[in-house]
């Protein structure tokens, strides 16, 4: 019997004859992709996948792979799903989007494995050092390198789940050698097992820590880099959980009366069972509709929350406005429409299913004036969190501080974030 351990796994995890959807096909059964306007340096229209080279890069990517994978998908003969959509290849192989990240991945998962082996031969202190660090490096490379050929991360989407289950497997192989300390937390909501992991420098004393509310796009996951660079060195810990049905919550519907429930329990669960978590400093931080979510828990769990830090929040206008919803690219319809169950295709017809996760239909904020500190960034020109939005936080907080930020060069746009974040959570966590 063959050593799989030695093969290529993702050639043998997708080695079947492929009878799924293509990816751009899950929850978006149009004919044809609709052209729509869209921040430069973000989207290409010949792709159904938004390019983010910027974004990647800062996640430790390197961008040279990348692009030479972007190349090659580009260059692939092979039948396409959507004639004029490079990234629309069907058959797992050479061209394919999944494929090729995967195989990028695997090449690292090999390296991490070589290093590993060289680990358990030495009895050299400064080589085990070297090694541990090259181990936890190629192992995070396997897990971004698998996450991205899981993007945009579409439940029902079946080789970019396959995909998807090997980053989370290569992100817990990398945790076991960062510095500090991980651990995997299991708790309940509406009676289904929700999923988090938490990074901390040191358990062995109270630390606070920073929950992150991302969006329907990027993965908690992803945020590792941001802990490691800058929250660690403070004696921040992260807590990375995935928004109800994504990632690892997919198994948890998004409830649009209340989007915040996965991360309601979250914090229960930590403010009443870690005991090395500072329970009177935890922090938010949220972007897009994960902005929505932070606001909601501001609300409901304003008890537990010593502060929060939120990017273009998504509250109010996009889901409710006709003309903002007609900006949305492709790929963006499906994620929405993928994570509400119905299909971008009706999007037309979607205001309806969307309109309840407005924070001004529900009504939270009404009444509501709290003293926690919140730090707002208004993203110039986003048509995902319009003035108004912003307007609707102006009075929530009497200690509520609002930015504006342009996306202009985007590289330097992400490294500003980060700063006024970690300056912010010094602030307010650190003392």
């Given at each position: 019997?063959?050593?799989?351990?030695?093969e290529?796994?993702?050639?043998?995890?997708?080695?079947?004859?492929?009878t799924?959807?293509?990816?751009?096909?899950?929850?978006n059964?149009?004919?044809?992709?609709?052209?729509?306007?869209?921040p430069?340096?973000v989207?290409?229209s010949?792709?159904?996948?938004?390019?983010?080279?910027?974004y990647?890069?800062?996640?430790?990517?390197?961008l040279i792979e990348?692009e030479?994978?972007?190349?090659?998908i580009a260059?692939?003969?092979?039948e396409?799903t959507?004639?004029?959509?490079?990234?629309?290849?069907?058959?797992y192989g050479?061209?394919n989007?999944v494929?090729?990240?995967s195989?990028?991945?695997?090449k690292?998962?090999?390296?991490?494995?070589?290093?590993h082996?060289?680990?358990?031969?030495?009895?050299?202190?400064?080589?085990?050092?070297?090694?541990?660090?090259e181990?936890?490096?190629?192992?995070?490379?396997?897990?971004?390198?698998?996450?991205?050929?899981?993007?945009?991360?579409?439940?029902?989407?079946?080789?970019?789940?396959q995909?998807?289950?090997?980053h989370?497997?290569?992100?817990?192989?990398?945790?076991?050698?960062?510095?500090?300390?991980?651990?995997?937390?299991?708790?309940?909501v509406?009676?289904?097992?929700?999923?988090?992991?938490?990074?901390?420098?040191d358990?062995?004393?109270k630390?606070?820590?920073?929950v992150?509310?991302?969006n329907y796009?990027?993965?908690?996951?992803?945020?590792?880099?941001y802990?490691?660079?800058?929250?660690?060195?403070?004696?921040?810990?992260?807590?990375?959980?995935?928004?109800?049905?994504?990632?690892?919550n997919?198994n948890?519907?998004l409830?649009?009366?209340?989007?915040?429930?996965?991360?309601?329990?979250?914090?229960?669960?930590?403010?009443?069972?870690?005991?090395?978590?500072?329970?009177?400093?935890?922090?938010?931080?949220?972007q897009?509709?994960?902005?929505?979510?932070?606001?909601?828990?501001?609300?409901?769990k304003?008890?537990k929350?010593?502060?929060a830090?939120?990017v273009g929040?998504?509250?109010?206008?996009?889901?409710t406005?006709?003309?903002?919803?007609?900006r949305?690219?492709?790929?963006?319809?499906?994620v929405?429409?993928?994570r509400i169950?119905?299909?971008?295709?009706q999007?037309?017809?979607?205001?309806?299913?969307?309109?309840?996760?407005?924070?001004?239909?529900?009504?939270i904020?009404?009444?509501?004036r709290i003293?926690t500190?919140?730090?707002?960034?208004?993203?110039?020109?986003?048509?995902l969190?319009?003035q108004?939005?912003?307007?609707?936080?102006s009075?929530?907080?009497?200690?509520?501080?609002?930015?504006d930020?342009?996306l202009?060069?985007?590289?330097?746009?992400?490294?500003?974030?980060?700063?006024?974040?970690?300056?912010?959570?010094?602030?307010?966590?650190?003392?």
């Amino acid at each position: 019997m063959p050593d799989i351990s030695s093969e290529n796994l993702s050639e043998i995890l997708f080695k079947p004859r492929r009878t799924s959807l293509e990816t751009s096909y899950v929850s978006n059964s149009v004919a044809e992709l609709p052209l729509v306007a869209t921040p430069a340096k973000v989207h290409f229209s010949k792709w159904y996948r938004q390019i983010h080279f910027a974004y990647w890069g800062w996640l430790g990517f390197d961008l040279i792979e990348v692009e030479a994978a972007i190349s090659r998908i580009a260059a692939c003969k092979a039948e396409r799903t959507r004639e004029h959509v490079l990234d629309t290849v069907y058959s797992y192989g050479p061209g394919n989007w999944v494929y090729e990240f995967s195989m990028i991945a695997d090449k690292y998962t090999r390296k991490a494995k070589e290093f590993h082996e060289a680990l358990m031969a030495t009895n050299v202190p400064e080589e085990e050092l070297r090694l541990k660090d090259e181990i936890f490096k190629n192992y995070r490379l396997a897990d971004l390198f698998f996450d991205l050929a899981s993007y945009p991360h579409l439940k029902g989407d079946e080789l970019a789940t396959q995909a998807m289950t090997q980053h989370y497997l290569y992100y817990r192989k990398a945790a076991e050698f960062a510095n500090g300390d991980f651990a995997e937390v299991k708790f309940k909501v509406d009676n289904k097992q929700a999923t988090m992991f938490i990074h901390t420098p040191d358990k062995t004393k109270k630390c606070p820590c920073v929950v992150i509310c991302s969006n329907y796009v990027n993965l908690a996951t992803e945020y590792l880099r941001y802990y490691q660079l800058n929250l660690a060195p403070l004696g921040i810990a992260l807590v990375a959980v995935d928004l109800p049905a994504m990632g690892l919550n997919v198994n948890i519907p998004l409830d649009g009366i209340n989007p915040a429930k996965v991360h309601e329990a979250a914090i229960d669960y930590i403010y009443e069972e870690l005991p090395y978590i500072d329970s009177s400093k935890i922090a938010l931080l949220g972007q897009r509709i994960g902005g929505n979510v932070a606001v909601h828990l501001l609300v409901t769990k304003r008890d537990k929350i010593a502060c929060a830090f939120i990017v273009g929040p998504t509250l109010h206008e996009y889901f409710t406005n006709r003309d903002y919803l007609d900006r949305t690219p492709s790929m963006l319809r499906a994620v929405i429409s993928n994570r509400i169950g119905v299909d971008a295709n009706q999007w037309s017809d979607i205001i309806p299913q969307l309109q309840v996760l407005s924070v001004k239909r529900q009504g939270i904020l009404k009444g509501i004036r709290i003293d926690t500190p919140i730090k707002v960034l208004a993203i110039k020109g986003d048509f995902l969190s319009p003035q108004s939005d912003i307007k609707l936080l102006s009075g929530f907080s009497s200690k509520i501080e609002i930015e504006d930020i342009a996306l202009g060069k985007t590289i330097v746009a992400f490294n500003e974030i980060i700063e006024r974040s970690v300056a912010f959570f010094k602030k307010h966590l650190v003392s």
